[in-house]
């Protein structure tokens, strides 16, 4: 073991591995370690210019005789070694003899340290299981490896953050979760520690990681070298602030953005989709955004509207934005077989490989995707959405399949430009979103927001909306897409937004369907992104009609404020008017993210950390730091049990009760309402 400063690194040579410290901002490092004799020089999503700093670094010679050898043989076999010390700011890092490495804060207390068993009696794990806190082991006939990175285990220990996941757990101790992409999950593998850290694992490549209560293990099934960043901070807002420094900041949200989305599975014709947002602004309702979603096209990977469907995008577009109305354009990454574009996106190379056989999708045509890891292939894209959409008018894009969403999930059969999917498939939202947010950028746009299925660490930097993906419509999984967004917030993504009332099984005649969408729905006022959409069943409805040998969709079933009963119309459109209320509020919650990384939603625990009753809850979150919202996820309930954190006064927005803190109340909740609590009297109007 060899131990060597260069300037503000630290070097940590044994054998054939070479291990870096270095100072990465404010009460910050980053930890990269190779067994070649390179470092590879891949920044993924550590790509910002950090604050120059300087660390306090200091080497102390140490007595490592083993306790064994002590006494009369002690001069035989007596021996020194090296231990580090690494102050930058409020972050302390420490490397015993051994090259084991731990973290604390400024008042010495642990953070989190590398699991390491070995024989070593100065060692205080002293085992003989001889296992080692990170390894990187040869891949036989290749030149890349396999990562395990271990840390210890806390029984206190809780965990916020690491992007969607479609389960109910917030606290993900005792989770295992793989770091990939699917439809409705998204890897964002940042997360906020109850102790006082946060930690990045800045990695794009195929793995897992177990929060286990033995230990905390991650892992790569392919990779050229282990990356990793710890942070630390008095408070969860600190550590985002640190974290977001690092990995990029969201823009300003666009003032359209902060409105009401009207969407459903699809309108299928111009006149449709005019017809609904005329009828929205006759009834005096607020809208911002109409979506023309998916299958508007000619063909997948033209890029283009069909003329027969689409006659006048540009008079549209026009009419539309007379009306306060932004239109919003879906695009895929697929590319037909026989698309215009295909030939000339394969001879330049601007299509994901397969290493074995040919991955097609043959959903409404054979298709493959785009590599959104190429920087030619982002340009081509963006080049052919700007000639058939953008100079028409287009400023929003919706992003779809963003993960991508392959036919079988084979990450080893996939190759881009960026390398093996293995070790870099979870980038490929982030380029997908670069490309558009680049084109955007270059055409001197300002407000720039598009809507993605999928994202990855640094994402927000690319003016990412991300969304759930297409979940069921079900109270459980209303319920699972509160912790995902919860979860996807403190992993640094701050717009986030899921369908109201479920993707995928909602019958809007249904009594059952029309109450879950009504709670759905109420909840939706109350997230960064107010967004209406669904594929609403039965919507197989018309006789089958084909175009150039394409099946054509159906438009589905109606999915408009006044599509699921008279009687139920008032008690939707009351929630487009609060958002109205709190839009203000809204936009002040925006520029917060935009300036220091805070989520808009978020856990109790992030403004009420030395709460324990606060960590522990998982059914409500506050929006922003003065609004607590309890959203009411079961059927046929009409009150709302809500913990209210200490430390604060607490209003009810409905009843206009006033609470103490520390406490558990219940509250009314007719199907109307949702139960909203104001912090300390603050000045904010919902149900007045």
Known sequence: MRFERQGNRVLIHSGASQLWIDPWGPDSVRVRMTMEAEMDGHDWALTEKVPEVQPEITFAEVDTTDPWYRGEDYAKYHQKGTEITFRNGKLTVKVNHE???????????LL??????????????????????????????????????????????????MGQYQDRQLNKKGSLLGLCHRNSQASVPFFVSSRGYGFFWNNPAIGTVTFGTNRTEWTARSTRKMDYYVTCGDTPAEIEEHYTLATGRTPMMPEFGMGYWQCKLRYRTQEELMAVAREHKRRGFPMDAIVVDF???????????????????????????????ETVVS???????????YGEMADRGYLVKTDRGNDVSTWMGDAVYFDATHPGAQRFVWEKCKQNYYDKGIRCFWLDEAEPEYASYEFDNYRYWAGPALQCSNVYPVGYAKGFYDGMKAEGQEDILSLVRCAWAGSQKYAVLAWSGDVHSSFRAMREQLQAGLSMSMAGIPWWTCDLGGFMGGDISDPAFKELLLRWFAWGCFLPVFRMHGERSPWY?????????VRQLTSGQDNEVWSFGEENTPKLARYLFIREKIRPYVRRLMRQAHETGAPVMRPLFYDFPKDPEAARTEDCYMFGPDLLVAPVMEAGVTTRTIYLPQGATWKDAYTGEIYAGGQQVTVPAPIDIIPVMIRDQADISIYE
């Open 295 to 325: 299958f508007h096209w000619t063909r997948q990977g033209d890029f283009k509207f069909e003329p027969l469907d689409w006659p006048d995008p540009e008079g549209m577009i026009r009419e539309l934005r007379d009306m306060g109305i």
């Open 331 to 341: 695009v895929w990454p697929t590319i037909d077989e026989k698309s215009e574009n």
């Open 112 to 161: 989190t340290e590398e699991y390491w068993r070995n024989r070593n009696r100065l060692n205080r794990y002293c085992t003989s299981l001889r296992f080692p806190a990170r390894e990187l082991k040869p891949i036989p006939g290749t030149t890349d490896y396999a990562l395990s990175a271990r840390f210890e285990a806390f029984d206190d220990e809780m965990i916020f953050g």
């Open 99 to 109: 090259g084991w490495i731990s973290f604390y804060n400024q008042r010495g207390e």
């Open 541 to 549: 409805e018309r006789e089958q009609e084909y175009r150039n040998g």
